[in-house]
Each structure stands twice: as C-alpha cells, then as structure tokens.
C-alpha cells in the first residue's frame, strides 16, 4: 500500500509565496511521475506540475515561471515551491504519484492541501 502526505498550504496574500510538500510511503520501486493537480471550488481537477520518469519537470501554462517543482528519490518526496501567486491559485492541491508495477501504471492520491490567495 502507498500512503501520500502533503503540507504547506494555508492563506497568503496575492504576490506571496507558499511551499508544498508530499512525502510518499510504502511499495515504492518505480516512479512513473510524481506532482501536483488541483481543484478550485466548481471546477475540473488539472495538472500544475508533475516530474516525470527520469525526474524532467511539466508545468501547466498557468504555472510557467512562478511555480518549481523538484522530487527527491532518496526521499520520495516532490516539493512546489510557488511564488508570485495570484487569487486564480486558490483550490485544493493534491499530490500525485503514478508507480509503474507490473507494465501497469497504477495512480495515488494524497488527501489535498488548501491554497487560499486573498488579500
């Protein structure tokens, strides 16, 4: 069994920064990619960013040279760091881990952190 747990979120001011943890446990061999998605209030849950197989970063457009992703494989462990954030950022932030076992891609989910940019 794989257990996902996150921090870090909490209310911030538009401009500021915040920095979101996950840390994984259990069954861990391959890592087909490990991120973030999030959810605002009415909306689709949507990537922010993931890393990849061999730990390459993705971002969402949205997250484009504000947000940086990084993943720790000792660790297991994949930290955004968000800067300049705007009151769009608001949602629930989940991480996500995807394992590769057994030519089959199985995904987790973590419990979700709130993000709240208001002023």
């Known amino acids: 069994q794989v257990h996902l747990v996150e921090s870090g979120g909490g209310l911030v001011q538009p401009g500021g920064s915040l920095r979101l943890s996950c840390a994984a446990s259990?069954?861990?061999?391959?890592?087909?990619?490990m991120g973030w998605f999030r959810q605002a209030p009415g909306k689709e849950r949507e990537k922010v960013a993931v890393t990849t197989t061999d730990g390459s970063p993705n971002y969402a457009d949205s997250a484009k040279g504000r947000f940086t992703i990084s993943r720790d494989n000792a660790e297991n462990t994949v930290t955004l760091q968000m800067n300049s954030l705007k009151p769009e950022d608001t949602a629930v932030y989940y991480c996500n881990l995807m394992l590769l076992e057994r030519d089959k891609v199985t995904q987790y989910w973590g419990q979700g952190t709130q993000v709240t940019v208001s002023s």
């Open positions: 259990g069954r861990i061999f391959s890592i087909w990619s």
